[in-house]
């Protein structure tokens, strides 16, 4: 009872509408989904067979009963060809069908339930599916229609043609009465009516031509104004049909659908279904309408174009032979089909003459033609290649040839130009050193060539950024006291025709962009139907619904160069934000303009100097007031390394070490025009850092404003080596009287050596100097005494153990060495992972064979020892190895003279002692009587033997000051 209480209640709460039948087709469960998708309640059903009145109108047995007494048996029994039930797997069977009871599609899934492995009912769950089947049903209808339509266009030759197809394939496809296409022509701003379907009804009422204004109340003229559709669900009763109400009442028309044929904003006609007697436009029908009317627009412009196109042909033949530059058609082989009279007077040949001829003969360089047939066949163009072509009479002619491949059946036909530029060559021979002074600076003004081209590229740029229905730029001409609207964006007709192009500037004004160049503020307006900056034009803020608008100035410099005004309808703002980035945006403007007019007049001014320009021996550079390289001589390219295209457009700023060095010349330039022999230092495109003098001027117009800046720049570098050279050759020539006063003075070699090095750290570029003292043996070591600069004795202790290659190869030689950055020495180098020293310096301290030490200088200069200085540095570490022998031989000196006064001492030591024996042995000899002979010369023997033994120590100690003798004359030699 639990079991099957808990089964019921999950029944009941599962939002899938779920029965279950027993094994005798009796309904035991009838969840409330099930309720809510039949209408019928469950006491209605549980305990009964009736299931199947949910479904059908008479008594047809439901998935559940089928798959209970076997889908087979079923099929079998009703002798079913068509098999719909599918099986999912061996207890679950589903099923796809159209109920016209209920009006429904509804999935079905049954499955068997069993206990014990017998079958004790089935569990049957429903899906209404009708949407999605709608839904298949509609792709399939707007599949169909997009078909129909492509084929439409692909057959027609004509609008007329076009459109009879479309209209009629539509009525296949939706249910209407009458149709027609009407199409728009601008010329005439009317809508013609070029098919019409059912149309007869309406008689004279009819008409094939709307003139497309407000005054026209036509429903397809309303749906071209407002360029979207009209939907007429009740046109007895709609305001909108009041002016055919009687007509439409007469012929019981019922629903009317208008849908404007649009493509990219532009209209092209109009398509418009009408039903009668109760008929509806289903809102499917008019979507499917909505979703082809572009593709039918345009199938319309794609025809309308061929058609001009064609009518385009019959104009080319005028323009052929008006054109002042040649035309020509040739196969690819080089045979002339067609030349126009132009190419009769650039080549001296008649016309008859030509299409006998292959153009190769006309080529004056045959070369020409093989890169003209290279660049063709791989591109399918050629655009202003430079040409030399022969006149009959034999002189040669320069001309820019533009040409396409086009293909005409198997054929390849080249159409070209030849533009005669024989006179221009001949200019640019006269003036080849000049070229184009300014190339167009950065993105912000998109490389205009021309006010009017930046003006475009800037509102297009600020399109693409900010939502404005409308846009224009005027720019100021202060000699006329005018601004002129150069670019404009979104102006419709009338509003065009109501603004004026050419404004002057004067306080009576009533124009926003006057008020605003006035006043030299922006100017933003929030309502623009109500504001006083702009009633005089309301009613056109009213009928273009007019927003919002935001007025600038353009200025650079204090100066005013323009106004740029946005506009926007209704429902949109500017908002605070955009009125930044705007107000941001102008000066950039501003600047953009400033520059092309300074173009102009620097171009002017460069044609008087260029001949100076290029023949001075310094380098020259012409920049901009931000610092924008806009042109260079060859001095500066062979300076600099760059080329020029490679200088011109940058900023100066890449080239300085220090880039506040501009900033302090400038500063020289803001109180006085001109600097001179300004000190400065440049960086290469090799990265070599040159020393530089340089002198800059101001650049003005002819107003007096400030254009740029003209820089003459010297190369100084070797004459700053020089004369850093001798500043540290006099520094060691100082060091050297210093470290001889050090030798005559210093005892200690030790001292000594620690302060030569400090007074070699004194010397300019070298970063640090390190000596040390040599320990000889079978392998040489090397102590470090002293250290200056960044490397600590500790560290330089622990690299010296580990073994620096420049170091153990001067250990090895006794020779000096002089180590480059990135020599294959430097490899191995355990200083290279924390310093970087572009020259390395190893000298030995080295006197009469003896090693002492060793000298190292480190410098990141590069060329930081010249021939002179290295040589001048051995001498001091041979002076240094003088003075560590002599120090050494001092010490000898005191030691041996040490020694002989110790000697002298002995000496006297041992005469007293050779006193006493021989005292003792007088006395023997007077004791002689008393004691026997034999007793005697026994004492004397011994007292003789103690004789030798003192004067054996005295001969050791004779010889030994002997040798102190020679060694102290020879170290005084």
Not at 444 to 457: G, Q
Request: proline residues 2%.
């Amino acid at each position: 009872m639990s079991r099957d209480f808990k089964l019921e209640e999950i029944l009941e709460n599962v939002p899938v509408p779920t029965f279950v039948i027993d094994r005798n087709h009796v309904v035991r469960y009838w969840n409330r989904a099930c309720e809510e998708l039949t209408g019928i309640r469950k006491e209605e059903i549980i305990g009964t067979t009736n299931h199947w009145k949910a479904f059908f109108s008479k008594p047809s047995p439901l998935l559940a009963d089928i798959v209970l007494d076997g889908v087979e048996n079923f099929y079998r029994k009703r002798k079913v060809k068509k098999k719909k039930i599918r099986k999912v797997d061996e207890n679950t069977y589903e099923l796809e069908l159209y109920l016209p009871h209920i009006g429904k599609w509804i999935y079905f899934r049954a499955s068997l339930l069993r206990s014990n492995g017998e079958v004790i009912g089935v569990i049957e769950t429903m899906e209404d599916i009708t949407e999605r089947k709608l839904m298949n049903a509609e792709i399939r209808k707007l599949s169909e229609l997009h078909r129909i339509v492509g084929e439409a266009v692909n057959k027609s030759e004509s609008i007329e043609q076009l459109s009879s197809m479309i209209l009629k394939e539509l009525k296949e496809v939706i249910d209407f009465d009458m149709g027609e296409i009407l199409i728009y022509n601008p010329k005439t701003d009317t809508l013609e009516a070029v098919v019409q379907l059912g149309f007869e009804v309406f008689g004279d009422y009819s008409a094939d031509v709307h003139k497309v204004n407000e005054e026209n109340p036509s429903i397809a003229v309303r749906t071209a104004i407002e360029k979207r559709p009209i939907y007429i669900s009740n046109v007895k009763e709609n305001d909108l049909t009041a002016y055919a109400r009687e007509i439409f009442r007469k012929l019981d028309i019922e629903e009317i659908y208008a849908l404007p044929l649009v493509t990219k904003g532009k209209l092209h006609g109009v398509i418009q279904i009408i039903t009668r007697k109760g008929k509806k436009i289903s809102e499917r029908d008019r979507k499917l309408l909505e979703s082809i009317s572009e593709h039918i627009a345009a199938g319309i412009a794609k025809i309308r174009i061929e058609e001009e196109l064609r009518k385009s042909e019959e104009l080319y033949r005028g323009l052929f032979e008006s054109s002042m530059d040649t035309i020509y058609l040739t196969t690819s082989e080089g045979k002339i089909l067609d030349m126009n009279k132009a190419a009769e007077e650039l080549f001296g040949y008649t016309r008859d003459e030509l299409l006998k001829m292959d153009v190769r003969e006309l080529y004056a360089d045959v070369s020409d033609r093989k890169k003209f047939i290279e660049k063709i066949e791989r591109d399918g163009f050629v655009r202003n290649m430079e040409m030399r072509y022969r006149r009959k009479d034999g002189k040669i002619v320069h001309c820019l040839e533009s040409a396409i491949a086009i293909k005409e059946g198997q054929s390849i036909i080249y159409h070209g130009i030849i533009k005669d530029i024989t006179e221009r060559k001949r200019m640019e021979e006269e003036i080849r050193n000049l070229s184009e002074l300014y190339r167009l600076v950065g993105e912000a003004v998109n490389k205009s060539e021309s006010i009017e081209e930046l003006a475009a590229n800037l509102i297009d740029a600020l399109k693409r950024v900010f939502d404005f229905d409308m846009g224009e730029i005027l720019i100021y001409d202060k000699n006329t006291n005018t601004l002129r609207a150069v670019t404009q964006i979104g102006f419709d007709e009338e509003f065009g025709e109501r603004s004026a192009k050419v404004q002057k500037v004067r306080p009576d004004s009533k124009s926003t962009a006057v008020v605003t160049a006035l006043r030299k503020e922006p100017l933003y307006i929030p309502d623009m139907k109500r504001s006083k900056y702009t009633e005089h034009f309301h009613d056109l803020c009213i009928g273009c619904d007019l927003q919002e608008m935001y007025s600038v100035p353009l200025i650079s410099g204090g100066e005013l160069q323009g106004v740029i005004q946005l506009v926007v309808k209704s429902g949109k703002r500017i908002t605070e934000l955009d009125r930044k980035l705007i107000d941001t945006i102008s000066e950039h403007m501003a600047a953009g303009i400033v520059k092309i007019r300074a173009e102009e007049r620097v171009r002017e001014s460069e044609k008087k100097y260029r001949g100076l320009f290029e023949s001075s021996m310094d380098a020259i550079l012409l920049t901009d007031m931000d610092g924008r390289i806009i042109e260079v001589n060859k001095a500066a390219e062979e300076l600099f390394g760059y080329t020029r295209d490679e200088l011109i457009g940058q900023s100066v700023l890449r080239l300085y070490v220090n880039p506040s060095d501009r900033k302090k010349l400038l500063e020289g330039l803001s109180s006085n025009e001109f600097v001179s022999n300004f000190e400065v230092r440049y960086r290469t495109k090799r990265g070599n850092v040159i020393d530089c003098l340089e002198s800059a001027r101001i650049l003005r117009d002819e107003e007096g404003r400030l254009v740029g800046y003209h820089k003459v720049i010297r190369d100084i570098t070797e004459r700053k080596k020089m004369e850093n050279s001798l500043r540290r050759l006099n520094k060691l020539l100082q060091i050297s009287s210093e470290i001889n006063q050090l030798i005559v003075h210093e005892k200690d070699g030790r001292i000594l050596l620690r302060r030569a090095c400090k007074a070699f750290a004194s010397v300019e570029d070298y970063m640090t100097v390190w000596v040390g003292i040599v320990r000889e043996g079978k392998k040489p070591a090397v102590s470090p005494v002293a250290v200056t600069g960044k490397i600590s004795r500790k560290l330089l202790r622990e690299w010296l153990k580990e073994g620096l290659p420049c170091v153990e190869e001067v250990l090895t030689t006794r020779r000096a060495k002089l180590v480059e950055w990135g020599d294959e020495i430097c490899e191995k180098c355990p200083i290279n992972d924390e310093h970087r020293f572009l020259q390395v310096l190893v000298i030995p301290i080295v006197h009469e064979e003896k090693f002492y030490g060793i000298l190292s200088f480190n410098s990141p200069v590069s060329d930081a020892f010249d021939t002179e200085e290295i040589g001048l540095l051995l001498d001091l570490a041979d002076d240094l190895g003088f003075a560590l022998k002599a120090i050494d031989v001092e010490k000898e000196r005191s030691a041996a003279i040490k020694q002989l006064k110790e000697n002298i001492e002995q000496f006297e030591y041992l005469a007293d002692r050779l006193r006493n024996p021989l005292a003792i042995m007088r006395g023997y000899m007077e004791l002689r009587d008393e004691i026997s002979t034999e007793k005697v010369l026994e004492m004397i023997d011994s007292q003789i033997n103690r004789i030798h033994r003192i004067l054996d120590d005295l001969r050791r100690r004779e010889k030994r000051t002997f040798k102190l003798k020679e060694m102290l004359n020879g170290k005084s030699r």
